[in-house]
């Protein structure tokens, strides 16, 4: 299993423009996540997912939407980059054991916005 | 107040030390992680704890629920334990609270 990829892994982009952060995952779980990392601070959610065609908000969502057409893929688009969202950007996907679930982190993409 | 607080920030220690991360945290939860980060590497879920004491290895995680407290604990500790370990506490939803991390450095 190569276990929950991102790419791209490195991004700099302008004040305005749009892009997608891609994010897969081959374990079958439901559970799907985008956090960001910046300095100082704890990762914070941005978007979540429990299911194929089911997202939902977390605590940073403006600027950001997502979509989940398949088990698989949870991408993440910027709408109109701003500095202010240069992070660190982690997915993660998780599964339930017992009312808790066990999480699996991608690699991360580091995004700057100039 | 931070819901999920970690100590100490930084920990600098001699190879060989035993070592000990707490948290502490101020919501209910279905379980508290314990999450390794290297620099500028990508997060691995150490343990995952709902009550008692885990082991893997040199590394030993317990949780006091009655205290809303858990440690993690590193024997023998290596140069390539340098690492951010940070704490995160989940619910029922799955949405996980996160600590801002303790960075420890071991020395050779």
């Known amino acids: 299993n190569a276990g929950v990829t991102q790419t791209p892994k490195f991004q700099v982009l302008k004040t305005g423009q749009s892009m997608t952060l891609q994010c897969a995952q081959d374990?079958?779980?439901?559970?799907m996540s985008w956090y960001r990392q910046d300095p100082g601070m704890g990762l914070r959610l941005i978007h979540y997912?429990?299911?194929?065609?089911?997202?939902d908000q977390g605590e940073v969502p403006n600027g950001y939407n997502v979509s989940r057409s398949t088990t698989e893929d949870f991408p993440l688009r910027l709408l109109s980059a701003a500095p202010s969202q240069t992070s660190v950007y982690f997915c993660?996907?998780?599964?339930?054991?017992?009312?808790?679930?066990?999480?699996?982190f991608g690699p991360g993409t580091r995004l700057t916005v100039t | 107040k931070n819901e999920v607080e970690q100590s100490p920030q930084n920990l600098t220690a001699q190879e060989g030390e035993f070592i000990t991360i707490n948290c502490s945290y101020s919501?209910?939860?279905?379980?508290l992680h314990w999450l390794q980060q290297h620099p500028g590497g990508g997060i691995v879920s150490l343990f995952m704890?709902?009550?008692g004491k885990k082991k893997h290895g040199r590394l030993i995680a317990t949780i006091n629920i009655q205290e809303k407290h858990s440690s993690l604990h590193i024997t023998a500790s290596h140069p390539r334990d340098s690492a951010v370990y940070i704490c995160?506490?989940?619910?029922?939803?799955?949405?996980?609270?996160f600590g801002t991390g303790t960075l420890l450095a071991v020395q050779p």
């Open positions: 919501v209910g939860i279905s379980a």
């Open positions: 374990m079958n779980h439901e559970y």
């Open positions: 997912s429990v299911g194929a065609g089911i997202t």
């Open positions: 995160a506490v989940g619910g029922a939803t799955n949405k996980l609270i």
């Open positions: 993660a996907s998780s599964y339930s054991i017992a009312g808790a679930y066990e999480q699996y």
């Open positions: 704890l709902s009550s």
